[in-house]
């Protein structure tokens, strides 16, 4: 009997560790393998941060720094900094980095882009930062903006590519307007773009995207085993938090949820509870109320449950709230932007005298829409309230995205 328990308890164990057994190579990973070839005889420049890693979770920073046939002299850190200690939207400032000794220079403070005093001891920039498959993320803003320094100081950039958490299929929301974009909506690409980083890249570069038509010197280090198909828990590569509230691998599902309501401060969206972008409440809510009115909606992939907390911080702190959790059961067949105009949608029939842009600070009504990537969805939306007044216009640039950014498929 105790030999029969003993198996069944190395099947269990072996099939967890099956569960989480590792299934692709990033690009730091590749990299390796190529004994760093393309970065001999250069001085080498990495802008990364804590999810720059290879898959025993090792910083991509020691492993370029201690690589014997590599000259890595400087670092630059993005928002949160490179080694992550600095609170979102906080400026990062210019530091030595204590383990490495080695200069850090923020880009993400006084300049959002490398100037030339920067770049001036580097031949190329390495780029090594997981990305969350949202464009209001600002991480591949700090990409493109590197590509755009690269090109002006005739410096060679390189993208170590990563997985899109929502895998490399789903595109939601419309392009950036011209009078929206800025550094959450740095290019005119759908709210979610279905391309990794290195994908991106390439479309960035190639279609003459960035700033004044500028192309760089660009390659990229594709990875190895990724599909189309897969979203970060497919890959079965551990999750380093890409900022303090994406802690989990199924963070980055949530963001496109509700992180653009959640730039009204008008409602919890999580952020100072335990599920940041996880759900949505208020002390006016009934919490059954909205669970109904939103799962007759039918979303696909979605279940709505009542919940009742107390904030620990932020929106709704120490008081009592009710609201919904959302909860995905299927990532690729769920709508993720939709939800958070649905939520708008069902508060205002339930609450007339709550509809958000009548109760919401009007003072954030520009973040909102530069985050939206254009000032039609709160002005469409606002006439009655009602997801179908925005949901052809947040969709009309899906398919000729979807056409035109296959041409810098790395991946099936």
């Given amino acids: 009997m105790r030999k029969l328990l003993m198996i069944s308890l190395l099947c269990i164990l072996c099939g967890a560790a099956q569960a989480q057994k590792i299934k692709i190579k990033t690009g730091i990973e590749v990299l390796k393998e190529q004994n760093f070839k393309c970065l001999e005889g250069k001085r080498v420049g990495l802008i990364t941060n804590p999810t720059g890693v ?177 979203d970060y828990v497919q890959t079965g590569l551990q999750w380093v938090p890409s900022s303090p509230h994406i802690p989990h691998t199924h963070s980055s599902f949530f963001y496109p949820v509700s992180g653009i309501l959640g730039e009204l401060g008008y409602m919890s969206i999580g952020v100072g509870y335990t599920i940041p972008f996880q759900m949505f409440a208020a002390p006016w809510v009934e919490a059954e109320k909205l669970a109904k009115n939103l799962n007759a909606l039918n979303v696909p992939g979605i279940v709505f449950r009542p919940m009742y907390l107390k904030p620990f911080y932020s929106v709704g702190k120490g008081e009592l709230l009710q609201g919904v959790q959302v909860h995905i059961l299927d990532v690729q067949k769920a709508p993720l932007s939709d939800i958070q105009f649905l939520v708008m949608q069902e508060v205002a029939a339930l609450y007339p005298d709550r509809a958000v842009f009548d109760h919401a600070d009007k003072k ?48 099936k």
Wanted: hydrophobic share 35%; with cysteine; glycine share 8%.
């Fill in 54 to 230: 290879d898959n025993q979770m090792k910083s991509t920073i020691d492993i370029l720094h201690e690589a014997p046939n590599v000259n890595l002299v400087a670092l630059y850190g993005p928002e949160h900094g490179v080694r992550g200690d600095v609170h979102a939207g906080d400026h990062v400032t210019d530091i030595t980095d204590a383990t490495t000794g080695l200069p850090v220079y923020s880009l993400y403070g006084k300049t959002r882009k490398a100037t030339p005093e920067m770049l001036k001891d580097v031949d190329v920039l390495v780029y090594d930062i997981q990305d969350n498959g949202c464009r209001s993320f600002t991480y591949i803003s700090t990409m493109g903006l590197a590509m755009e320094a690269a090109a002006e100081n005739n410096k060679e950039l390189i993208v170590l590519d990563r997985p899109n958490p929502l895998g490399g299929l789903k595109i939601e929301g419309n392009l950036v307007e011209d009078d929206c974009v800025s550094f959450v909506s740095q290019f005119k690409i759908p709210y979610v773009y279905g391309l990794t980083c290195g994908e991106l890249a390439l479309m960035l570069n190639a279609e003459k995207m960035l700033k004044d038509g500028k192309q760089c010197k660009l390659q990229v280090v594709k990875m190895k085993g990724w599909k189309r198909k897969m």
């Fill in 364 to 411: 954030r009504f520009r973040m909102f829409d530069l985050v939206c990537g254009s000032k039609q969805i709160r002005e469409r939306f606002t006439k009655t309230n009602r997801w179908e007044d925005i949901r052809d216009y947040w969709y009309k640039d899906v398919e000729d995205f979807r056409q035109l950014s296959k041409k810098y498929y790395l991946y």
